[in-house]
């Protein structure tokens, strides 16, 4: 079945403890990004990745980081995690930057106390 | 002007009634557009594209007026199952799409 997983579906942390969302892919997609989403302020892009090796930030990057050694992974790593961080993540995936159809992962909610 | 942007709702709607809401965006170059679907709590996925004649896919009809720079998602005799967030999206930007904030839809029984 083609599907974006992510893990875990649910995280509660505190402060400054690092951490990290994984993502996978079994679609062979190039493209991949990461959003959150909030009440009100919808999806915002964190990070994107055009392909392995190549990743650029997206609207609210701060706090965040990401890595694409291979091409089905795009682990989120919070380093020192803040309680303004806590959100619903949504990776995705799409076959290219062009693509219209995007497949979104399961979500992680991710509560920082 | 937000590149995106919608009514956030929720609409109230009963059951059977028939109801559409609009999307409007910001750039007049924008080539494609699509509506996705978000039920409460889960990920978003495409339910359709529109084209420039309008399309339709069942009880959903979506269309797109340029010159006013809207695109509009109209739901038939709506069933409770439709209750979602609908999320306009529009290709183009530093993503290759611009997703709205969505519209909240509630069917009543």
């Known amino acids: 079945e083609a599907q974006v997983t992510q893990n875990p579906r649910y995280l509660i942390t505190v402060t400054g403890k690092k951490l990290t969302v994984t993502c996978s892919q079994n679609?062979?997609?190039?493209?991949m990004s990461w959003y959150r989403q909030d009440p009100g302020l919808g999806l915002r892009q964190i990070y994107y990745s055009m392909n392995v090796e190549v990743t650029d930030k997206g609207d609210v990057p701060e706090g965040y980081k990401v890595s694409r050694k291979e091409k089905r992974n795009f682990p989120l790593i919070l380093e020192s995690p803040s309680p303004n961080q806590t959100s619903l993540y949504f990776c995705a995936s799409r076959t290219a930057r062009n693509s219209y159809e995007q497949y979104f992962g399961p979500g992680t909610r991710l509560t920082v106390t | 002007r937000k590149e995106v942007e919608q009514d956030p709702g929720p609409f109230n709607v009963p059951e059977g009634a028939t109801v559409a809401f609009n999307c409007t965006y910001s750039?007049?170059?924008?080539?494609?557009f699509f509506w996705y679907r978000q039920d409460c709590r889960k990920e978003p996925k495409l339910l359709m594209s529109?084209?420039?004649s309008g399309n339709e896919d069942g009880r959903f009809t979506a269309q797109l007026n340029r010159a006013s720079q809207y695109i509009s998602l109209l739901i038939r005799d709506s069933k409770l199952s439709d209750s979602a967030t609908y999320l306009c999206?529009?290709?183009?930007?530093?993503?290759?799409?611009?997703f709205g904030k969505g519209t909240h839809l509630i069917i009543q029984p």
């Open positions: 529109v084209y420039s």
């Open positions: 999206v529009v290709r183009g930007g530093a993503d290759g799409l611009t």
């Open positions: 679609m062979n997609h190039e493209y």
């Open positions: 750039n007049s170059a924008s080539q494609s």
